[in-house]
T-cell receptor
Framework: GAVVSQHPSRVICKSGTSVKIECRSLDFQATTMFWYRQFPKKSLMLMATSNEGSKATYEQGVEKDKFLINHASLTLSTLTVTSAHPEDSSFYIC?????????????????FGPGTRLTVT | KQEVTQIPAALSVPEGENLVLNCSFTDSAIYNLQWFRQDPGKGLTSLLLIQSSQREQTSGRLNASLDKSSGRSTLYIAASQPGDSATYLCAVRQGTGGFKTIFGAGTRLFVKA
């Protein structure tokens, strides 16, 4: 199946600094990418969706100025946590899909990266 | 406020058994409902996505149903295998006042060989 990678797998940063997480689709072009956050007791939250060539659409309640998402190319999306604080410590997971729903010839499968553990001290 | 509940929280079954996982939601005005599985050390997998206009989706041994009026979805797993052991999550997407996806806490399934 298709592979999605994330880098780094773990990162520790100091409070007030910014940290960037990369998400890459390795063998397909991801027209849509998703960023999720998983909290310590396993509760998941979808943060935002980005489609090629357009700005990310943030879920209700997610601070777009704090969590900057850039869908730089069809194989790369980045999430930058700006001015990180300890409460931003979490497991961040990206996902990629090869086509919007309804486009003929695409699987519309959603593939997940392995996640990035962010710890803010 | 939308709440998504998954019952049971954990389930252990012998191999070969057919089983049903339940997901209930409080607000029927949903855009879609999605089932995922999460394996420790292997990450998330999207299983089935049901649009609000659909009643069910099938993939292999999996069948997911959606009944918006009663606020319920079920994930049916036929002929369970040890490889099905994982945490199963359902997520409801709603679009009232901006999109938001709410996940349930999951059902941890263990299939005994």
């Amino acid at each position: 199946g298709a592979v999605v990678s994330q880098h780094p797998s773990r990162v520790i940063c100091k409070s007030g600094t910014s940290v960037k997480i990369e998400c890459r689709s390795l063998d397909f072009q991801a027209t849509t990418m998703f960023w999720y956050r998983q909290f310590p007791k396993k509760s998941l939250m979808l943060m935002a969706t980005s489609n090629e060539g357009s700005k990310a659409t943030y879920e209700q309640g997610v601070e777009k100025d704090k969590f900057l998402i850039n869908h730089a190319s069809l194989t790369l999306s980045t999430l930058t946590v700006t001015s990180a604080h300890p409460e931003d410590s979490s497991f961040y997971i990206c996902s990629a899909r090869d086509a919007p729903r309804g486009r003929v010839g695409y699987s519309y499968e959603q593939y997940f990266g392995p996640g990035t553990r962010l710890t803010v001290t | 406020k939308q709440e998504v509940t998954q019952i049971p929280a954990a389930l252990s079954v012998p191999e070969g058994e057919n089983l049903v996982l339940n997901c209930s939601f409080t607000d029927s005005a949903i855009y879609n409902l999605q089932w995922f599985r999460q394996d420790p050390g292997k990450g998330l997998t999207s299983l089935l996505l049901i649009q609000s206009s659909q009643r069910e989706q099938t993939s292999g041994r999996l069948n997911a149903s959606l009944d918006k009026s009663s606020g319920r979805s079920t994930l049916y797993i036929a002929a369970s295998q040890p490889g099905d052991s994982a945490t199963y999550l359902c997520a409801v997407r709603q679009g009232t006042g901006g999109f938001k996806t709410i996940f349930g806490a999951g059902t941890r399934l263990f299939v005994k060989a």
